[in-house]
C-alpha cells in the first residue's frame, strides 16, 4: 500500500490525499497527526525527512515554502532515505507538469485542492507503477527502457513521425517502457521523462492529448503531449505545439508513417510482456535481471520465465508458487512483483550504503568492456547497518552479492560497449551454487551485450 498526501505548511489544511488500488484515502485526522510531528519537530529546531518502522516508511518534505508534500505505505518501505526523497520530488514534479508551477504556487485554499484534482490520475498511476511487475522506473527515478537491440526502421520512422508533426520531442513505449526516443527526448531531466511516459499510458487502449508544462525544458511553457496507439501496446508519442491536431495525427500521419514499419513492431512486441530477447540461453535458476545506467538515468528490467528458470528443484513457495512441477514455465504477476521488489531494495542498499562518496567507496568497472576482476562479498545488509560495515571493510566495494532463504542476488559493475558504466544485479532461484552466482551473472550479460540488448544511448 502506498499513500501521497499534501497539506498546508502554515495550518496544515488538507490540500490532496491519493492512495494505491483498493485502499480507502487518508483520513483528515491522520494528515493532522502527520503534520503535527513535522511542526513538533521544526518548533524544536530540527527538521525530519523520513520515519520508518520494520516494513513501512514515511516521508515530508515542503515545498516552494507553502505545502507539504508527504508519502507513506508499505510499498515504499524499502526505499532508502534519499529514494523516499526523489520520489517526493517526482510526485512535486507531477502537480508542476499537470498545474504549471505558476498556478500551484499562486492558487490557494479551494482553488488550489480543485485544481490538484487535475493530476488525480497521474498521482495514482505512480503510486499503482511501485508494485508494477515490469516497471523499476517510479521506484529508481530512472526511465524504463525496452531490453531490445536497436532497430534502424523503427528509430527512422520516429524520426518521420515527429518531423511531420513539427515535434522536437518524440518516443515510442511498448508496454509502457521506452523502446526508441529522439536525441532531444533523452536530454530532458529523468523526471520529465519518467511522468511523460506515465501520462502517455494514463488511457493505454485510446488516443490522447494532455496539456503538460516542462519545467526545465521550456520555461513552464505548455506543450500538448500526443500518445497515438499504433497498434495494441504500443504508443508513438510527440510533444507540440497547438498544431497538429490529434485527428489530423491519425487521419494522416499514422498508417503513412508506421506502416512501413510493422514487422519490427511485430518483432519488439515478442520481448513482452517479460522485457527479454526471445531465444536467448539464460544460465539455469536465473529470475530476473536488472542493468540501471547511473548517469544517463536508466534500467532495463527483465523477467526469465522459461523452464531454466523454473526446473521445480527446491521451489520456493513464495518466488515461484507455480513452479511445483518440472518444466512450468508459467510466471504469474505476483512472483514477478516480488523479483522486481527485491532487486529494487537490493539496489537502494547497494547504491545508499556500499557505492556513495565516503561510504563504501564507488563500484569499479574495466575500461576494456569486460567486468571488474574483483570482488568483494558482503554480509546482508540491515538498516543501520552501514557504518559497521564501513569501519569493518579495509578496501572499496566493487561487487557483493546476497543469500536469503527466498532468493540470491549479485550486483556487478559493468562497462557496456560503447564505454559506459552501469550497474547489472541478477537474481537466482535459492538452490543456485554461490560460488556460481559471478560467473552465471557474467554470462547473463554477456548474452544479452551478443544479442544487441544492452547498449547505451
Not at 8 to 31: H, K
Not at 284 to 305: C, D, I, K, N, S
Not at 335 to 350: C, G
Not at 414 to 435: C, D, E, I, K, W
Amino acid at each position: 500500500m502506498a499513500y501521497v498526501a499534501a497539506v498546508t505548511a502554515d495550518g496544515g489544511i488538507p490540500l490532496l490525499t491519493r492512495c494505491s488500488n483498493g485502499l480507502p484515502q487518508l483520513s483528515f485526522t491522520a494528515m493532522g497527526a502527520l503534520f503535527g510531528i513535522s511542526t513538533y519537530i521544526e518548533n524544536e529546531g530540527a527538521r525530519i525527512l523520513c520515519a520508518r518502522s520494520e516494513s513501512a516508511a514515511v516521508a515530508w518534505k515542503v515545498y516552494s515554502e507553502s505545502g507539504i508534500l508527504l508519502v507513506l505505505g508499505t510499498d515504499i518501505g524499502g526505499f532508502k532515505d534519499r529514494y523516499l526523497e526523489k520520489f517526493l520530488d517526482v510526485l512535486h514534479s507531477a502537480l508542476v507538469m499537470k498545474l504549471g508551477k505558476d498556478h500551484l504556487v499562486d492558487l490557494e485554499g479551494e482553488l488550489l485542492r480543485r485544481a490538484l484534482r487535475a493530476a488525480y490520475p497521474l498521482l495514482d498511476s505512480l503510486l499503482n507503477t511501485i508494485r508494477s511487475p515490469d516497471k523499476v522506473g517510479v521506484a529508481l527515478q530512472v526511465v524504463d527502457r525496452a531490453m531490445a537491440a536497436p532497430d534502424e526502421v523503427l528509430a527512422d520512422a520516429l524520426d518521420r513521425f515527429a518531423y511531420s508533426a513539427t515535434a522536437k520531442y518524440g518516443f515510442l513505449l511498448v508496454n509502457g517502457i521506452v523502446a526508441v526516443a529522439a536525441p532531444a527526448w533523452w536530454s530532458l531531466p529523468p523526471s520529465e521523462r519518467v511522468l511523460l511516459c506515465t501520462v502517455a499510458t494514463l488511457t493505454p487502449t485510446v488516443n490522447t492529448e494532455s496539456v503538460v508544462y516542462l519545467e526545465h525544458a521550456s520555461g513552464m511553457a505548455q506543450y500538448r503531449l500526443l500518445s497515438v496507439v499504433i497498434t495494441p501496446g504500443i504508443h508513438a508519442c510527440i510533444l507540440c505545439g497547438d498544431v497538429p491536431s490529434l485527428h489530423d495525427i491519425e487521419t494522416k500521419l499514422v498508417n503513412q508513417v508506421w506502416q512501413s514499419a510493422a514487422d519490427s513492431l511485430i518483432a519488439l512486441l515478442r520481448h513482452f510482456p517479460a522485457n527479454f530477447p526471445p531465444s536467448i540461453d539464460m544460465p539455469t535458476g536465473l529470475l530476473a535481471v536488472l542493468t540501471v545506467h547511473p548517469t544517463q538515468r536508466w534500467a532495463m528490467y527483465g523477467h526469465f520465465a522459461s523452464s531454466q528458470a523454473n526446473d521445480g528443484q527446491n521451489a520456493d513457495p513464495v518466488l515461484d508458487p507455480g513452479s511445483q512441477s518440472a518444466g512450468c514455465s508459467v510466471l504469474y504477476p505476483s512472483e514477478i512483483t516480488d523479483h522486481k521488489l527485491a532487486l529494487v531494495s537490493w539496489y537502494h542498499t547497494m547504491v545508499s550504503t556500499l557505492t556513495d562518496t565516503g561510504g563504501g567507496g564507488q563500484p569499479t568497472s574495466a575500461s576494456t568492456g569486460t567486468p571488474t576482476k574483483s570482488s568483494a562479498p558482503t554480509p546482508p545488509l540491515k538498516n543501520g547497518d552501514a557504518a559497521t560495515v564501513h569501519r569493518r571493510l579495509k578496501h572499496d566495494v566493487s561487487e557483493s552479492y546476497l543469500c536469503t532463504a527466498r532468493y540470491k542476488c549479485y550486483f556487478l559493475p559493468y562497462t557496456l560497449r560503447r564505454g559506459s558504466a552501469a550497474h547489472v544485479m541478477a537474481l537466482f532461484q535459492p538452490n543456485v551454487p554461490t560460488f556460481t552466482l559471478r560467473s552465471a551473472t557474467v554470462m547473463a550479460v554477456d548474452n544479452l551485450l551478443a544479442s544487441g540488448s544492452l547498449i547505451g544511448i
